[in-house]
């Protein structure tokens, strides 16, 4: 295991990930996964600040994975993500969802997370809130959250196609590993 430091704010990241992703895939199968984001305080992001990580960074990191020929990408999103919302957190999500899936991986799961809990990100009340909350929009702890992209990786690499998880999906995975 090593720790690689990278500056998402390069103007070549995009590349700099592609040569890491080679070295690494010359070590065997490779699965990338992203789950950048804020965590908590995303309202006091500008929408141009927000765009500029979800969107820009992540962006470029898939790419670059992509151009090294990894296959299978993991992204972590949000619950109701979608492009056309009016809503901003998750407009920016799904803008995120669409620039991944138009970099054309022969996997893409995107993990649609309620509430994640079990991390400091997440306030204690929300979290209470969340279990009152049924479903998708609901609570999920953390390491639910990891396992299921872990059983991802571990059952489905050499699936092509699409598949989106929220709450019970993910679930339902994490319980397989």
Known sequence: MRNVVLDTGAADFAERTAALARETLNQGAVS???????????SRWSEEQLQRLEVGVV???ARGC???GIAQFCLLSAVGST???RFRYVR???MK??????????RLAIFRPG???GNAHTPVWLGWLGSLVPGSFGNIDQRILGRSIAAEIALHSREAGEVSRENAAMKKLAAQL
């Open 32 to 42: 990338a996964v992203s789950c950048v984001g804020v965590g908590s305080g995303s």
């Open 59 to 61: 962006g470029a990191f």
């Open 66 to 68: 992509h151009d090294a």
């Open 83 to 85: 492009a056309r919302s």
């Open 92 to 94: 920016i999500m799904g």
């Open 97 to 106: 969802e669409d620039t991944v899936r138009n970099i054309g991986f022969t």
């Open 115 to 117: 509430i994640i809990v």
